[in-house]
């Protein structure tokens, strides 16, 4: 009886949290200085522009736009590698600006990202070994350097990549496989929510597509939310609940999947849509 | 729950298979050119006689032979290059020079790596101000003539061969400084050291563990183009009567000698020049091939 | 219909520090003229490379066999001074990263006029008119001062333009365009392959080497898939892919969305 009531309560914990909001983003601006002007006012660039989004638990949030439109800008200023103008942007609640060194920690813990190009994500004369456990170096150094080994490999299983490239240098794998260990650095420390900065859009078609499927089967094992960011419309489509069209910095359009492709409101949107060729000859 | 012997197993098997670094493929690849192989011989064989051909021989470099002033090259004596105006064998003098040398060129090489790397990481990473403020310091040190430098140093100081390695070593820092802190700019742009930082890293394990490492292919080939110059720094300090002193000698000092004597006594000055042209001559031919072999667009 | 490109058995070697790697095993296929062909297939599969080899261009450690016939010549026999009489001539060549292709530190118009007054020995007068029919052909709005502005003032999308104009300088017949639209956004992507089809109908024949399969099916007449170095299935754009014949082509038509069938 207590143990049911115990599964219950896990169970309505779970309830609440796949609809809590656990990103929030409120009116949002990033400027990038383009021309130093010693009399003159300095001449910025409005990267984002007064953009207020949430993301609740358990979704992927798709981020589509053409090249400029902020995309990559936003990755990085959620994760605070990036100044903003101004804005809020809240994590559980709590605004990231008030975080003590900690709860930073804990934040960067936290939330993860991927990025586009495999082989430059990876530091070239490190190990892949080497690699995925610098998190582990960071988050958990009271483990033992047996555990440390066992939890990488226990990783790379996870992403399908053999334990014996463990002493192999990033030059030496394929760009699937080094996309694979930028997942696995990712993952290693159970993150909440990843952020993908487009993450197959370097590779072959066939990857991209082992690669969207890993992350979908990740996403579900591990309870993560994601934020996918990608120019390509197809690629979202496959991967999103949400999808979000950005252009020059501002939100064109926001909805679910099926909304944004099947009943476009914006011309934008529509003329994206209508953009991507067919496979199917005309 | 980690200690089972399947799990033992799958840490030995992905522990088994070794991985060929970067740097280790370049050495394979520096070995396959020949200038650069005959300079690693060559330069190897140079320091080896030095450490240990004195011991072989049967005169000392302070030793003078009143019997033998300015003998030429001689086998029946024992003087194979002959003696110079104080009927001191020059085989074993050129051998301590070269020690002395190569040690200067080595110390002080490493003293402005030193220096020069953690000043230029340091510049180049944080940027803004800092960077800044550190490089107008570099610009006002090279305006600054390294003569006079030295000669206030030696001055205040008195003659010291450690003195020397540390004046060489505080000049030639600079230009390194310069070199490493454009490359950590563009290393820092990097997505990998991103994702350190999107990690929470601190800034000291990103340089020591990111970006140092990638700088190592740029460092070692300065290195090799360095040792050279402060080499021929040395011996025209020893030239103008800054650097060694006798009865201790190094191949500048006898060079600037042996071109005193060149009228009568060729073998002073052609000797200790061809020990000094092969070790710079075999330095730039490793340099130029570690360029080369570090550079994997270039083959 | 006349032939203009015609490869018969090409190979094309490496020399690499882990022994000779053969990139393309044993090709033949011709190109008529005045279609576009297309030719697809994943990174490595060999498709630049084939290209590549045929206009001369491969890296130091690599050597070409065969034959490849085009104007009756044997293009593989020809020396470095013959052939670059027809490279940018009679064969334009487009790259994938229009970031990186142009000069940055020449004025758009220069490069433009440059080919043809290397070529065709034409007047600066006479190529900065050509120069400005070029720009209208693709596209590119008549603004008087584009020719004097610098790369690093355009956008992605009118860079590649430009490129295509440079190719068209000198009245090619072939136009060589190694993943054309890659790096670029999808809208950018359909004016480009506009521009293509437009040049298509004054005769001029297009090779367009793409691993997206969309973009092919929209100009492409012909269709050759390539796998691993050698041609796995060629034939006609909506006969391949509507009942692809080969385990490889529909493996890559089964990695294309859903949706967008």
């Known amino acids: 009886m207590i143990i049911q009531n115990i599964f219950f309560l896990v169970f309505l914990n779970g309830l609440n949290e796949m609809n ?42 798709g981020i589509v736009g053409e090249s400029g439109c902020g995309k990559s800008t936003l990755c990085r200023t959620i994760l605070s590698l990036n100044k903003r103008k101004s804005g809020t942007i809240k994590w559980f609640d709590k ?8 709860e930073l920690k ?37 483990l033992t350097k047996k555990d440390k080994i066992f939890k990488v490999i226990e990783t790379m299983q996870k992403v399908d990549l053999s334990e014996i490239l463990f002493n192999r240098f990033p030059h030496e794998l394929s760009g699937g496989q080094c996309q694979r260990v930028g997942i696995a650095r990712a993952i290693i420390n159970n993150p909440k929510m990843l952020i993908c900065d487009e993450p197959v859009s370097s590779l072959d078609l066939s990857v991209q597509s ?44 926001y909805g679910s999947v099926n909304n944004i492709f099947n009943s476009p409101q914006d011309i934008y949107t529509k003329e994206l849509i209508s953009s991507v060729p067919s496979p199917i000859p005309v | 729950m980690i200690n089972t012997d399947k799990n033992e197993k799958l840490i030995k098997k992905a522990l088994s298979v070794k991985g060929t670094s970067l740097l280790s493929d370049a050495f394979k690849r520096l070995i396959k050119n020949k200038a650069s192989l005959s300079g690693l011989v060559i330069l190897s064989i140079i320091t080896l006689l ?62 402005s790596v030193l220096i020069g790397v953690t000043y230029g990481t ?61 490359q950590t700019i563009s290393i820092k742009e990097k997505e990998f050291i991103e994702a350190s930082r999107s990690l929470g890293q601190s800034s000291s394990f990103i340089i020591l563990k990111h970006i140092i490492p990638n700088l190592a292919g740029t460092i070692i080939v300065y290195i090799t183009l360095m040792v050279p110059s402060v080499i021929i720094l040395e011996s025209f300090l020893s030239f103008l009567g800054l650097g060694v002193q006798e009865p201790l000698t190094s191949w500048g000092v006898l060079i600037s000698e042996g071109s005193r004597d060149m009228e009568t006594a060729w073998w002073l000055l052609i000797f200790p020049g061809l020990f000094m042209v092969l070790t710079l001559a075999s330095l730039n031919f490793i340099g130029d091939g570690l360029r080369d072999a570090l550079d994997p667009k270039d083959y | 219909m006349d032939t203009i490109l015609d490869v018969k058995n090409l190979i094309v070697k490496f020399d690499t520090t882990q022994g000779e790697i053969t990139a393309v095993n044993n090709v033949s296929f011709n190109i008529n003229k005045g279609e576009c062909i297309g030719i697809a297939g994943e990174s490595g599969s060999g498709k630049t490379q084939t290209f590549f080899s045929i206009t001369g261009i491969l890296s130091d450690n690599g050597k070409a066999a065969g034959e490849v016939n085009f104007n009756n010549l044997n293009l593989l026999e020809l020396s470095e001074a013959e052939l670059s009489k027809i490279r940018g001539k009679d064969i334009g060549f487009i790259f994938q990263d229009p970031m990186t292709s142009l000069t940055p530190h020449m004025k758009i118009g220069d490069q433009l006029t440059e080919v043809s007054i290397f070529h065709d020995k034409k007047s600066k007068s006479e190529s900065i008119k050509k ?41 090619p017949k072939l136009i060589i365009a190694d993943e054309p639209t890659t790096a670029l956004d999808v809208t950018t992507q359909k004016d480009i392959l506009k521009i293509f089809s437009d040049l298509q109908k004054e005769n001029i024949t297009i090779a367009l080497i793409t691993h997206d399969i969309g973009v092919l099916a929209e100009v492409s007449d012909n269709i050759i898939v390539m796998n691993e170095g050698s041609i796995v299935e060629k034939g ?18 089964s990695c294309v969305p859903e949706w967008l069938k």
């Open chain 1, 106 to 142: 804990e934040f960067r813990k936290k939330v993860q990202i991927i990025f586009q190009n495999p082989y430059e994500s990876l530091n070239p004369r490190m190990t892949i070994g080497n690699i995925i456990s610098e998190p582990l170096n960071i988050f958990q150094n009271n």
């Open chain 2, 122 to 182: 340091i510049s180049g990473f944080f940027g803004g101000k800092l960077d800044i403020t550190m490089m107008r310091i570099v610009e006002i040190l090279y305006a600054m003539p390294y003569l006079i430098f030295v000669i206030i140093l030696m001055v205040i100081f008195g003659r010291n061969i450690y003195l020397l390695f540390l004046a060489i070593g505080a000049v030639e820092w600079l230009t390194m400084a310069r070199i490493v802190r454009g």
């Open chain 3, 131 to 171: 120069a400005k029919e070029v720009l209208d052909k693709v596209r590119l709005p008549r603004i008087n001062n584009l020719i004097t502005k610098y790369q690093h003032e355009l956008s992605g999308g009118m860079r590649q333009r430009i490129m295509i104009g440079i190719s068209l300088m000198c009245n």
């Open chain 1, 95 to 102: 605004d990231i600006d008030n975080y003590n060194t900690k």
């Open chain 2, 50 to 111: 030095s450490i240990f051909g004195p011991y072989f021989l049967k005169f000392d470099f302070y030793e003078t032979d009143w019997n033998s002033i300015y003998l030429p090259p001689d086998f029946e004596s024992g003087h194979y290059f002959g003696t110079d105006g104080n009927g001191r064998d020059l085989l074993v003098r050129i051998l301590y020079g070269g020690r002395l040398s190569l040690t200067i060129g080595i110390i002080a090489t490493l003293v």
């Open chain 1, 210 to 253: 082992q690669i969207l499927n890993l992350l979908n089967d990740l996403k579900g094992n591990l309870n993560l939310t994601m934020i996918f960011v990608s120019h390509d419309l197809s690629v979202v489509k496959n991967i999103s609940d949400e999808v979000m069209v950005l252009k020059e910095g501002k939100m064109i359009e």
């Open chain 1, 20 to 61: 809590k909001t656990i990103l929030n983003v409120k009116n949002l601006e990033c400027d990038f200085l383009i021309e130093k002007n010693f009399f003159k006012e300095n001449v910025y660039l409005k990267a984002i522009n007064n953009l207020s989004f949430e993301v609740r638990s358990g979704i992927t949030l």
């Open chain 3, 236 to 253: 006609k754009t909506n006969k391949v892919l509507v009942e692809p014949k080969h385990d490889y082509t529909k493996h890559l038509l």
